[in-house]
């Protein structure tokens, strides 16, 4: 029996959820879904440059399953850029509401346990600067 799926953390959803080319009508275009998960790795790793061990610890997975993750979001946007289709973002397997907290000191990312009061420092460098985090 395959092991159980854990959801991915998600920080936001995007602006708008459909891409595609300009000047053709979207019932002629053929349609690639990218879901929330995926855009989420291609955020941290390409936007964010973050290395696979740290994306993956943002999105509360293992290294292997990120690079599986990123790996079919890239491509999927290479199918839709290269051969002009229309890109969806929407599904996954996904918890897309986690309250993040950031540390504007040492850009430590960590989520906040349960509905416990906001903690006040950093686990990694004990500095009183957290914000909150999207």
Same mark, same amino acid.
């Given at each position: 029996m #395959?092991?159980?799926?854990k959801?991915? $953390?998600?920080?936001? =959803?995007?602006? %708008?959820? $459909?891409?595609? #080319?300009?000047?053709? #009508?979207?019932?002629?275009l053929?349609?690639i879904v990218l %879901?929330?998960d995926e855009l989420e &790795?291609? +955020?941290?790793?390409?936007?964010e ?5 740290? &994306?993956?610890?943002?999105?509360g $997975? *293992? +290294?292997? %399953?990120?690079?599986? $993750?990123?790996e079919?979001? =890239?491509?999927?946007? &290479?199918?839709?850029?290269?051969n002009?289709? *229309? ?5 996954g397997f996904?918890d897309?509401? #986690? ?6 000191d040492?850009?430590?990312r960590?989520?906040?346990p349960g509905? *416990? ?11 009183a600067?957290i914000? %909150?985090?999207?």
């Open positions: #395959p092991r159980p799926m959801y991915r $953390i998600v920080n936001g =959803r995007p602006v %708008t959820n $459909i891409f595609k #080319p300009a000047g053709i #009508p979207q019932c002629d053929e349609e %879901t929330l &790795a291609l +955020r941290l790793a390409d936007l440059g973050l290395y696979q061990e740290k &994306a993956a610890e943002n999105m $997975i *293992s +290294r292997q %399953t990120f690079g599986n $993750i990123v079919s979001a =890239r491509r999927k946007v &290479a199918d839709v850029l290269v002009g289709k *229309s890109l969806r973002i929407e599904g996904v897309l509401n #986690p309250q993040m907290l950031m540390c504007a040492c850009g430590q960590w989520k906040m509905e *416990s009061e906001k903690p006040h420092n950093c686990p990694r460098c004990g500095s600067n914000t %909150t985090s999207l």
